[in-house]
């Protein structure tokens, strides 16, 4: 089956500690986005790429990375310097001039 | 002012009402729109897909997009309960050769009622 597999589905981070975030795909899109949704809120673009080892900073892009060394992954590593990592992530991929498609999401939770 | 502008609701039908739900834009260059459904701690799930202006019907979904009003519309007939969740508009410009950011409304909570 097609689709956008984003794990661990629930993630908790100690202060002052790193983690990452899997994002893959296996639909052959080259577009790849992360997304961070808080309670109530829209989603806010983290980062995005369109082609490998290429990548664009979104809106809140401080205190995350990313890369693409793949085609099919576009892992999202929470650094210690976001404050107020608590939130939703959900990633996408798109074709061009196409409709996004999401993973069902990565629930993060410092403690 | 946001790009993208989008009652958050909530908004309650009863079963079998017809559901409008609207977005309107600032940016000229947006030509590919999207409608998300979304429900509690899941991914949006894709509804409808339009290009430019016009109306796209799916089964018991209408999508309609005025390009000269910056406004566009989702209606949901024969509206169900199952059919609860938040309803997200999202759209984007032309790519013009990095990856076009896609920018959604914050959303719409629907209740659909027995």
């Known amino acids: 089956d097609g689709g956008i597999t984003q794990s661990p589905k629930y993630l908790f981070r100690k202060e002052g500690q790193n983690v990452t975030l899997s994002c893959e795909q296996n639909?052959?899109?080259?577009?790849m986005y992360w997304y961070r949704q808080d309670p109530g809120q829209g989603l806010r673009l983290i980062y995005y790429s369109q082609i490998v080892n290429d990548f664009q900073k979104g809106d809140i892009a401080e205190g995350y990375s990313v890369s693409r060394e793949k085609k099919e992954s576009f892992p999202l590593t929470v650094t210690s310097a976001q404050k107020n990592p608590t939130a939703f992530y959900l990633c996408?991929?798109?074709?061009?001039?196409?409709?996004?498609?999401f993973g069902q999401g990565t629930r993060l939770t410092v403690v | 002012q946001k790009e993208v502008e989008q009652d958050p609701g909530p908004l309650s039908v009863p079963e079998g009402a017809i559901v409008s739900l609207n977005c309107t834009y600032s940016?000229?260059?947006?030509?590919?729109f999207m409608w998300y459904r979304q429900y509690s701690r899941k991914g949006p799930e894709l509804l409808m897909y339009t290009y430019s202006s016009g109306n796209k019907e799916d089964g018991r979904f209408t999508a309609q997009v005025d390009k000269s009003s910056k406004y566009i519309s989702l209606f949901i007939r024969d509206s169900q309960p199952s059919d609860s969740a938040t309803y997200l508009c999202a759209m984007s410009a032309r790519n013009t050769g990095t990856a076009s950011k896609l920018t959604f409304g914050t959303g719409t909570r629907l209740q659909v009622t027995l």
């Open positions: 996408a991929s798109r074709v061009d001039r196409g409709a996004a498609f």
């Open positions: 639909l052959n899109h080259d577009a």
């Open positions: 940016n000229s260059a947006f030509q590919y």
